[in-house]
């Protein structure tokens, strides 16, 4: 996050005069200042020149927008600044914009005010003015309203702006894929030309004999020093043979440091692989990959590109943020009358950093793949809110579903199940929620998110410009039903010419 900016544009005009303007800059730059001092921010304002001509602001977007570094614009108007002088510049604006409806003093000085302070704080009616043409235009973008001295404010800007760095990731995310996705599957294949159109992913295949020939070139001594740190990062499981143990261990090792390496020459922050293709592979990537997860890279199993640079994009979003983002699938249901519970898990594939305790590394027989017994990292979910995301391509646009969950500590010990697991209340109840879910045409495959809520990749879809439905709390299916066949008739008028 630290090499993102957001830059901070201040509208104005030259019908005020210099005095009035310097005191429009002063304002700007002790807000823009406080607001970076206020640790409400995961980014950087940078405070730009009041803008008062349409020259200027075209000028200053064609920088934000050449700028690499800049994931997006704040916009706030001071003053009145006409809106026919943002046309030219908002045009061109591809990156995220957040209009700040602030003003400079939190309230009305009553005793004092004349028509001075009138003409210099206009923001009630300037951002009105700025307001009209971004919905003229049809401008995708979010606004915020408050004093911007106020916790609340902050935190809505500093939640704007995680959703902004993770639109930059998008733009330049690279999925390598070993291998297609898995055979006869309908959820996990998609348009791979209209997701670099819409997203920015790209999506390249590799042959999975291109990982096993790295494999082959990782030192013994590469390979010790990471299973020191696994000593020291998990517990061992009890009981098992030492010497076979540590043989399958070794090679997830392999297998880690070989996949890393790979990512890192393809520039890649998120993979995919499939069991079907596993040709020279001893055991299916289990270990390995949940270590990868746990350092940031996206994944999705059975070659589910689009939920591996979802996960990638929530782990983008939830940098620093208190609980961790992984790959997930629904599993199997307790159907209890009154305690209905989805377990969600996969084969091997979950990420530790929503792991409640310390996971315990265990090597047990996978019943896929006809591989060897895979090494793999045991764990339970940490428990609180939480939510599963996927992204579903629909042929004619893509659609990101978003369930709502609370994930428990098991009432049960799950005494012979070798997989790490999360066991979770779907909102508003399971029944509501799977038929919604169902009816959505959402995937099995899921990005899982203890770190993240709902407003987070609601404002990522904005940006993107793609369809959200969301389920939970107050959803229901008649409600949902209609949304569904509202947004149809919205997003069949989408078309690029
Ligand atoms: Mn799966």
Known sequence: MNALNIWFLTGSQDLYGDDALHQVALHTKQMVEELNASGNLPLVLVVKPVLKSSAEILKTIQHAEADESCAGVVCWMHTFSPAKTWIAGLSILTKPLLQLHTQFNERIPFDTMDMDFMNLNQSAHGDREFG???ARMGLRRTVIAGHWSHEETQQRIGRWMRSAAAVAESRTLV????GDNMRDVAVTDGDKVEAMIQFGWSVPYFGIGDLVDMMASIPNGDINLLIDEYRHSYTLKEGMDEAFFFQQVTEQARIELALEKFLQQNNAMAFSTNFQDLHGMKQLPGLAVQRLMGKGYGFAGE???????????LKRMGEGLSGGSSFMEDYTYHLEKGAMLDLGAHMLEVCPSISKDRPTLEVHPLGIGEREDPARLVFDGAAGPALCASIIDLGHRFRMVISEVETIDSPHAFKRLPVARVLWKPLPDLITASEAWILAGGGHHTAYSSALDTDYLLTYAEMMGIEAVRIGKGTSIHQLRS????????WSGHTRV
């Open 132 to 134: 009209h043409i971004t």
């Open 175 to 178: 999925v390598v894929r070993f």
């Open 303 to 313: 070659g589910d590109w689009k939920i591996a640079a979802l996960v990638r994009i």
């Open 483 to 490: 949304e569904l066949r509202w947004n149809e008739a919205y």
